[in-house]
């Protein structure tokens, strides 16, 4: 299966090498410094027809700028002046050429060894007719299907300068007139009049493969051409930066797999501490149905209580008539004062201890007062946080799912490009729609290309176009990922929340037990209070019958003991009264204590219920939640993996990000010559022709009268550039 980003890049790279190739001859800009030679190097490789090399020359193109002497250092074989008759004077690896007759501009040739040239590539030819392999020479004028196919292997011989930075492109030309099919897999294939241009590219450290298949009736061919060039164009110019972000992005990458692995581990060892507090609760819910199911009977006893301590006020009020009665008819009770004396001194120690029981009782009911808004606050402080975590549980719920939504949305770079290309073509074609309806350009369709000015127009249409699309692509790349990366930062973002919350409300529970807790410990101190002032009231009326008895008996006797039963008497009445009043604000106090209780503990156990059965709910989930951060843990790592081998193998398969388009060139004859001007290979294999009774083709220059070698040289390059320009111009 291909792969559609490199598909996208090579096309890209296609559409660059001529421009490049057409640039590499133009002048560099003026500097502020002394004058220089400015050269184009350009190197010419014949090929037999397997594709070994068989003779190398690079021809010199030298620009002398005002200067009059030019150093060039190479160990050549042969040297010929192109241009004019001078001759350089030849050192050993060196050249030193006299400009001072050559003129603003002058060409030469230098032979190399083959032997001791290493270009980026090697190439293995072999070739097929109708499916069986046969010599490159049987092929001339034969019939039938003619399979050429072309190995591209990257030379670790050669130089790293060319090694990393020069781009390959292969042509097989055919001639329609004597062919009657081309099929070229992964080729770009123009048609210029009756001779069809099949090519094939690849990026710097990468393989080819290339095969072409022609249906022919007679089979000729001029050979295969080569090309490689260094990547200096404008479109290669972020090489670099792609290459810093890769290594950025894959670091970051692995730092964020570390950091999730390492939070996924932290949230697994949460586990023990969400079991503990979950059994807790479940403890506590335990004791809010023990506390529940006894709420009736309590409220049923306490009802019981008031009744009778109202019923004991009542009949102690109905005794002051009657004590006043006793007190007018006191002579008749004197003989039993002494009796009665004693009774009301037996009465002195449970009227103490009923005294401090109902303080007792005062002290648990004013710290019962104090507790309750502590407890009232806690309470509406557990509803809020287990609202605010129900709507969180919905959020994480969601963020999960918009993360797994993401996760199975595949690379974000590779959706951005295609989705980027897709629409800056469709803009591009749209503009430059608008434009040719405005007249403002003209469209290709209705220009002759062999008609040098109009030529040039169809140049400025395809220009325009491309400037459009690549405005576009950008535009439409950076925003389309910015809202990607955007979206899955938000998603990420909010998952924390709810444990904090949920610390929150643990935090509250914890709050709401301890007051609870107070709570209980005051009212059970109350209750006991109000217990054993209860059998303190019994002594009080047992005594108290005694008393009535015994103020019978004082009828006979009152006389002689009327002084001090008339004391006694009075110090009674106000005694009852006291206790009568005490009788009505206790019974009114725990009426209160009643009426409240009553009106809160319904609404108290339902919002306990209800705040431990969600606690319980959302521990569930939280523990189901742990339950899958080991397939998140997994499921990471599977993801960082697949990635880095991705990265590994594009990096393994070519050596476009080691290109560096600022690089200083290299020239191919020694490295203490100057950076060149421009520099390309052009390699080319023996022709297959009837018509040349010797195939082999000593040099590719060869055509040309041998008495005008500019005129040859210069025609060979025309010929050539306009053949490659043809077959690059509508990639």
């Not at 060894?113 to 293995?124: G, L, Q």
């Not at 939504?405 to 490009?417: K, Q």
């Not at 060869?702 to 008495?707: D, G, K, L, R």
Request: hydrophobic fraction near 35%; proline fraction near 4%.
């Amino acid at each position: 299966m291909k792969d559609p980003m490199k598909d996208r890049l090579r096309r890209k790279i296609a559409s660059a090498l001529i421009v490049a190739a057409l640039t590499q001859t133009a002048l560099l800009p003026a500097m502020g410094a002394e004058p220089a030679v400015s050269v184009d190097e350009t190197m010419y490789v014949n090929l037999d027809y397997y594709g070994r090399q068989t003779a190398v020359n690079v021809v010199k193109g030298v620009t002398t700028n005002g200067v009059e002497a030019y150093t060039d250092h190479g160990d050549y074989t042969k040297v010929i002046n192109m241009s004019n008759h001078v001759q350089p004077v030849q050192a050993e690896g060196s050249l030193e050429w006299d400009l001072s007759q050559m003129g603003n501009r002058f060409y030469y040739q230098g032979t190399l060894d083959p032997a001791h040239v290493e270009i980026p590539w090697t190439f293995d030819l072999t070739y097929k007719l109708n499916g069986k392999e046969v010599k490159a020479q049987e092929l001339a004028g034969a019939s039938g299907l003619v399979e050429i196919r072309v190995k591209a292997e990257p030379n670790e011989k050669a130089k790293q300068y060319y090694r990393d930075n020069m781009l390959l492109s292969v042509m097989i030309p055919v001639d329609m007139e004597k062919c009657y099919s081309v099929d070229a897999p992964g080729s770009q294939t123009q048609t210029m009049g009756e001779t069809t241009g099949v090519v094939f590219t690849a990026l710097p450290g990468e393989k080819g493969d290339f095969t072409a298949r022609i249906g022919t009736e007679s089979y000729e061919s001029i050979g295969v051409v080569i090309m490689m060039i260094p990547g200096t164009t404008s479109s290669l110019e972020h090489v670099k930066d792609i290459k810093e972000t890769k290594d950025t992005w894959r670091q970051a990458g692995s730092d964020l797999y570390d950091s999730m692995d390492a939070m996924m581990a932290s949230v697994e060892s949460m586990r023990d501490g969400i079991r503990t507090v979950q059994d807790s609760l479940s403890s506590l819910e335990s004791a809010r149905q023990v506390i529940g199911g006894s709420r009736t009977q309590i409220e049923g006893q306490n009802d019981i209580s008031i009744q009778a301590l109202a019923d004991l006020s009542q009949q102690s009020a109905a005794m002051v008539p009657y004590l006043q009665t006793a007190k007018e008819s006191a002579e008749d009770i004197h003989r039993d004062m002494d009796a009665l004396m004693h009774t009301v001194s037996s009465l002195e120690v449970p009227l103490q201890e009923i005294d401090e029981h109902l303080d007792t009782i005062q002290n648990g009911m004013e710290r019962t007062e104090d507790v309750i808004p502590a407890l009232e606050e806690s309470l509406i402080q557990v509803i809020t946080l287990d609202t605010q975590l129900q709507a969180q549980q919905a959020a994480v719920l969601m963020t999960l799912i918009g993360l797994s939504e993401t996760s199975m949305e595949g690379d974000i770079d590779e959706d951005a490009e295609y989705f980027a290309d897709e629409e800056a073509y469709a803009a591009a074609e749209e503009k430059m729609e608008e434009l040719v309806a405005a007249g403002a350009i003209d469209p290709p369709d209705a220009l002759d290309p062999d008609d040098p000015a109009q030529a040039e127009m169809i140049k400025k249409y395809e220009k325009t176009k491309q400037e459009i699309y690549e405005k576009a692509y950008q535009q439409y790349y950076n925003g389309y990922k910015n809202q990607a990366l955007g979206q899955l930062q938000t998603a990420v973002g909010g998952i924390e929340s709810p444990r904090d919350d949920l610390l929150s409300k643990v935090d509250a529970l914890e709050t709401l037990a301890t007051h609870s807790n107070a709570m209980s410990r005051s009212a059970q101190t109350m209750l006991n209070g109000m217990d054993k002032a209860t059998d303190d009231i019994r002594d009080i009326l047992v005594y108290s019958d005694d008393l009535l008895r015994e103020t019978v008996d004082l009828h006979d006797t009152i006389s002689l003991y009327y002084p001090v039963l008339q004391d006694g008497l009075t110090d009674s009445q106000e005694l009852l009264n006291r206790t009568n009043n005490l009788l009505n604000q206790t019974v009114a106090s725990m009426t209160i204590i009643q009426n409240t209780l009553k009106a809160s503990s319904g609404a108290l156990d339902k919002g306990a219920k209800d705040a431990l059965e969600g606690s319980m709910e959302l521990l569930d989930k939280g523990l189901d939640m742990l339950d899958s951060t080991g397939e998140i843990r997994k499921s990471s790592g599977v993801m960082k993996t697949t990635l880095d081998e991705q990265l590994d193998k594009f990096e393994d398969e070519n050596r476009f990000l080691e290109m560096d388009p600022d690089a200083e060139m290299l020239s191919f004859t020694s490295s203490k010559n100057p950076e060149p001007h421009s520099l390309q290979i052009i390699l080319r294999t023996d022709e297959i022709s009837l018509d040349d009774d010797d195939d082999t083709i000593v040099d590719m220059e060869t055509t040309a009268p041998p008495s005008d070698p500019f005129a040859r040289m210069w025609r060979v390059l025309v010929n050539m550039w306009n053949a490659i320009v043809d077959v690059f111009k509508n990639r």
